[in-house]
């Protein structure tokens, strides 16, 4: 459809029609989160603006319901000196010596890789790689916490491979080495997989990048993939409830990934902050345009002006509401000096990365937005990106729980293998059962070699790279997580997967520093889940505290479950380590004949 | 024996990375007046029997559970010429 | 003057800098070329690197060809500049028909990153002067397209005229006899789909090891630009 | 605006591993009566302008030295019906 008859829904037409009825409960915004954003605009939103805060007040974006839980891991962080950046940026960022930082998270992309494994797992490594390039850093390793259904399930074998050879189609593509993960089968997965992916990055510490547009007169630039209707479901109600009955043309349900698009917007950014082009940068991830136009502006001057049209697209035919919620891959935004802005294009030439000015750094405190001409938004940028709602979802210990603990295996039931015999057929039925068993298929379909740094990966305890090839320099990195333990406990179940991380790192003979969480939920709508969700959150808050390890990031993931039946609560625990001499690794296999073994704790 | 081609593309509104690296090599190599490529695959299937409608059906099968991945793919079953 | 060994980067190349590293651990002079530029700064050998050129989308190695640095790597190839391609620079090199055959998907569907032993069949090329014919090396692979393929009359003539530089102990991929690189008549040119650049270090290189049994293909060149004179030692 | 197709195979006597791959996975899923499938590729050129002669030499050319390779591959330039 052109432009032509196209009527978008301006800031006038808005005051004009105040009566109009919007279709905002099939966007997911509440009756009383819709009365909130009439009375913060005094007007009804227009369609672009109601997009834009049914985005970033998702569950996803927001973290409504997760907030008042998460907050204790900043505010009972034990007090630490190498902590650079904490939660709430892109991710976290620590000082390891010498002049270096590493910054690192890790992130979920359970929901879309069941829909569609291969792509799902792809751009789930794009979208958390991506994170850790608008710090200002170089990605160097991924790693890749898998949960499955039984091994055996038919639909195991649909997402299973297609998982596998997503992550490593991506991954491998963008040159970074995989060094760990997990694999773990469970029937409570079958039909929700967890799929997380944590990716590491190492940058100067003086050239730490935030998402900030400061300077009014600046340029805001959107660079990388053009903007296709990928995800962006919930903007075609919008369109159509309320425009032309030709609208919407068909949206795909999926999001496809360029891993080589990224590869070259990894490249340019990269010459982009060696020459310190970018006073700030925002990647576009879950939300895209709408997210990283109001963060960039919340951190910054607060004011800003976008053309939206200006937007390079992959689909002529889409329409500014689903242009700002649009989740296309492979794209950046950065705020860019007029001085800077002709090298900065260069650079872009060089790697052949579409690069488009499509606003201006203000200091209105606005963030207004413009469609040929027509304003089509026109906001505080802080009530999306800050004042989204908060909810103190109601939680209880469940009835359960009790009956669950005592339920515990007795010597009739669980009898210790007696004799040579029995201990052979239960090593034997051990390492037969899909948990244990050797993951060769899996991890030979990852590169772990490339950057030629990688000094432990798969097998070992924890992965390790090297960051300085002149003094050694190297970290390592572990996600571990166990859902049935954290099932029977949650609180201890959380404080055990840090701890399962803590020691792997440690065993590489690293020293365990930060930690990064991806908590993979049930729906926050149960007390019951709840109350796992704030028993995790206080466990591993607790244990941070107790090993001097401080969450720098994470990610929460709710809505894991089919019907009324949650996945178990799985929170995945990755910890960063640090070691001066990566030469003094320490593997996990038996080198030499001879060696004594020692037998270390209870 | 019988011939049945599958064609399997992906579905217009799905983003073609492959398609669009021909796209922007093609300039470059002297090619110009090219608006759009897209890039999918092409099966050759051949049949013990004729391509009776039977057999037409059993390949559209085929296309829908193996060869086409119907989340982002399309695909035609015609006998090949 | 030292050697001056040159490491084409593609737009997603991947292994760039692990060949540059291999280079200077081997002791010459790396030197980054980019393919936009069809200058070759005066190297005396050229690597073409691993990785995914244009996101290997079309066919592996088929869009990086067609780059103003490869039109300069051709010519000098042809006048018998020494030119490694690894990985996806094989696939570069059979694409440009400075090598034969080609190489298709591995016969198991999957990508493979795994250490394999190898035979160095040919020890007279540019790249491998250093080896021992029929010396067992561990070298990793990390492919999806590394199956080697030609029609019978040109593995024939490859067999016959000493053209095959490796072979694969456990063909990995479904290679065409078990082959893991070609050399081009003259010697000048070769072809690996093995890694040789991950394999110089003991910190970094296969394990339990042999480690760096790669770092040969880097020290013969630059005994072979010393022997005829292109450089000084 | 003209649609031309180009489909490309692996030539006969180079192995397919693909269709092989596709050929074997039939008999599991329960179709059998196929005797081999082959895998290749399908591009969709979008032209400016019309599919004249002059713009299919051009396509054919486009096939020649980009989009097939013929060491190992054949290639067919057709207008879509
Ligand atoms: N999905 C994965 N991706 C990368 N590495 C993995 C993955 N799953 C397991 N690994 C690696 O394989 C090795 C063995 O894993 P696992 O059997 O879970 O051992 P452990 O119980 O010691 O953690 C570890 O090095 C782990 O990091």
Not at chain 3, 136 to 164: Q, S
Not at chain 3, 198 to 227: C, K, M, N
């Amino acid at each position: 459809m052109s432009e032509h008859t196209y009527q978008a829904d301006t800031v006038e037409r808005a005051e004009a029609s105040p009566e109009t009825e919007q279709p905002y409960e099939a966007l997911g915004v509440k009756d009383d989160e819709y009365a909130r954003i009439r009375e913060i605009l005094g007007r009804r939103p227009t369609s672009s603006e109601l997009a834009m805060y049914s985005v970033m007040w998702s569950e996803h974006c927001s973290y409504k319901s997760s907030k008042v839980h998460l907050r204790q891991f900043g505010e009972r962080a034990p007090e630490v000196d190498f902590l650079l950046v904490g939660p709430g940026e892109n991710a976290g960022v620590v000082d390891v010596g010498e002049d270096l930082a590493v910054t690192f998270k890790i992130e979920s992309h359970n929901h879309p890789s069941y829909v569609e494994p291969y792509q799902g797992a792809a751009t789930g490594v794009g979208g958390i790689v991506r994170d850790i390039l608008t710090m200002g850093a170089r990605p160097i390793a991924v790693l890749d916490p898998l949960r499955f259904g039984p091994a055996d399930a038919a639909d195991t074998h649909r997402v299973l491979p297609g998982v596998v050879r997503g992550i490593g189609g991506y991954g491998n593509s963008l040159g970074l080495p995989n060094i760990g993960g997990e694999v773990v089968f469970d029937a409570c997965y079958s039909g929700n997989p967890l799929v997380n992916a944590l990716s590491v990055g190492v940058l100067k510490k003086s050239e730490i990048k935030l998402a900030k547009a400061d300077g009014p007169g600046n340029h805001v630039v959107l660079f990388g993939a053009r903007t296709g209707g990928d995800g962006i479901g919930g903007a075609s109600v919008l369109a159509s409830a309320t425009f032309d009955a030709d609208k919407p043309s068909k949206r795909p349900s999926v999001q496809v990934g360029d891993p080589f698009m990224e590869k070259v917007l990894i490249e340019c950014c990269l010459e982009i902050y060696a020459e310190d082009l970018v006073t700030g940068i925002q990647d576009l991830g879950a939300a895209g345009l709408s997210c990283a136009t109001t963060e960039l502006a919340a951190a910054g001057t607060g004011g800003m002006d976008v053309k939206l049209d200006l937007a390079p697209l992959r689909d002529a035919t889409l329409v500014p509401e689903e242009i700002l919620m649009s989740e296309s891959q492979e794209r950046m935004m950065a705020v860019v000096t007029p001085e800077n802005l002709p090298r900065f294009f260069e650079i872009c030439e060089k790697w052949d990365v579409i690069s488009t000015v499509i606003g201006t750094v203000t200091d209105t405190g606005r963030l207004r937005m413009t469609w040929h001409g027509e304003t089509i938004v026109d906001v505080d940028p802080r009530t999306l990106a800050h004042q989204g709602p908060v909810y103190e979802r109601p939680y209880h210990r469940p009835d359960w729980q009790d009956a669950l603990q005592a339920d515990a295996p007795d010597a009739a039931r669980l009898a210790r293998p007696a004799g040579g015999e029995q201990l052979r057929a239960t090593v034997l039925r051990m390492v037969a059962s899909p948990n244990l068993a050797d993951k060769t298929w899996v991890l030979e379909q990852y590169d772990h070699r490339v950057r030629g740094n990688t000094v432990l990966a798969h097998g070992e305890d924890s992965g390790m790279i090297r960051l300085s090839e002149e003094s050694g320099l190297g970290i390592a990195l572990s996600t571990d997580g166990n859902g049935r333990y954290t099932k029977l406990d949650p609180y201890t179940g959380a404080q055990l997967a840090l701890a399962e991380a803590y020691r792997n790192v440690a065993a590489t003979g690293a020293t365990p520093l930060a930690v990064t969480d991806c908590l993979n939920f049930g729906s926050p709508e149960d007390p019951e889940v709840m109350w796992q969700f704030a028993e995790a959150c206080r466990g591993l808050t607790d244990a941070c505290q107790i090993l001097g390890t401080p969450v720098t990031g994470g990610n929460v993931s709710f809505y894991n479950q089919t019907g009324s039946e949650a996945i178990h609560p799985t929170p995945v625990v990755g910890v960063l380590g640090v070691i001066d001499d990566v030469a003094r690794r320490t593997r996990s296999a038996f080198e030499t004949e001879g060696e004594v073994l020692l037998l270390v704790g209870e | 024996m019988a011939r049945v081609v599958v064609d399997v593309m992906l579905k217009p509104e799905i983003l073609d990375p492959q398609g669009q690296a021909v796209n922007r090599a093609l300039p470059r190599l002297g090619f110009d007046g090219v608006v759009d490529v897209r890039q999918g695959k092409r099966f050759e299937v051949e049949l013990e029997g004729p391509a009776d409608e039977a057999a037409l059906a059993r390949v559209r099968e085929m296309a829908e559970r193996l060869l086409a991945n119907t989340v982002i793919e399309e695909y035609r079953v015609r006998v090949e010429a | 003057m030292p050697a001056r060994i040159g490491v084409v980067t593609f737009p997603g190349t991947q292994d760039d800098a692990d060949a540059l590293r291999a280079v200077r651990v081997a002791g010459a002079e790396p030197v980054s070329l980019w393919h936009r530029d069809a200058d070759l700064h005066g190297v005396d050998a050229i690597v073409l690197p691993g990785g995914f050129s244009y996101g290997d989308y079309l066919r592996c190695g088929a869009i990086a060809r067609f780059s103003p640095v490869m039109e300069s790597v051709i010519a000098a190839a042809h006048e018998g500049m020494p030119v490694l391609g690894i990985c996806n620079g094989f696939q570069v090199l059979c694409e440009s028909h400075l090598l034969p055959g080609a190489l298709i998907r591995n016969d198991g569907m999957l990508f493979v990153n795994r250490d394999v032993r190898l035979t160095v069949e040919a020890a007279d090329t540019a790249w491998t002067g250093g080896y021992k014919a029929g010396q067992e090396i561990v070298i990793p692979i990390k492919n999806g397209e590394g199956k080697f393929t030609a029609d019978e009359r040109t593995l024939d003539e490859l067999e016959a005229t000493g053209r095959v530089v490796a072979r694969y102990l456990d063909n990995p991929n479904g290679s065409a006899r078990a082959i893991a690189g070609v050399a081009n008549a003259a010697g000048n040119v070769v072809g690996l789909m093995p890694h040789p650049e991950h394999a110089i270090d003991e910190l970094t290189g296969p394990y339990p090891g042999p480690a760096t049994d790669g770092l040969p293909f880097f020290t013969s060149v630059l005994q072979r630009l010393i022997d005829s004179e292109l450089v000084n030692a």
